[in-house]
């Protein structure tokens, strides 16, 4: 799973124990590969609209929506595709 930042983005991405797995501020074009072997890595970003998630090539849908702060969100392949699967909400309260 790779993360691409299309502007500038803060991002913080760790695993089930809390153990940073990376942190900074990306710049456009820059890259993160979420390692194949992490435990659930999960991710914290400020702007998620900024950053392109793909998996073998593939682009996925956005982490969140634009401009609103993400965190605990799942980013292992698993978790991605899953959330690819689900069916859009009708938005019923």
Same mark, same amino acid.
Do not use: C, H
């Given at each position: 799973?790779?993360?691409?930042?299309?502007?500038?983005?803060? $991002?913080?991405?760790?695993?089930?124990?809390? /153990?940073? *797995?990376?942190?900074?501020?990306?710049?456009?074009?820059?890259?993160? %590969? +979420?390692?194949?072997?992490?435990?659930?890595?999960?991710?914290?970003?400020?702007?998620?609209? $900024?950053?392109?998630?793909?998996?073998?090539? /593939?682009? *996925?849908?956005?982490?969140?929506?634009?401009?609103?702060?993400?965190? %605990? +969100?799942?980013?292992?392949?698993?978790?991605?595709?899953?959330?690819?699967?689900?069916?859009?909400?009708?938005?019923?309260?």
């Amino acid at each position: 799973m790779t993360l691409t930042a299309t502007d500038t983005v803060w $991002v913080r991405v760790y695993d089930a124990n809390k /153990k940073r *797995l990376f942190e900074k501020e990306m710049q456009a074009g820059e890259k993160f %590969d +979420v390692p194949a072997d992490a435990i659930n890595p999960m991710i914290n970003t400020g702007r998620p609209q $900024v950053l392109t998630v793909s998996i073998g090539g /593939k682009t *996925l849908a956005p982490l969140g929506p634009p401009e609103r702060a993400i965190s %605990d +969100v799942g980013v292992s392949a698993a978790a991605l595709l899953a959330r690819e699967a689900e069916p859009a909400s009708e938005g019923v309260a």
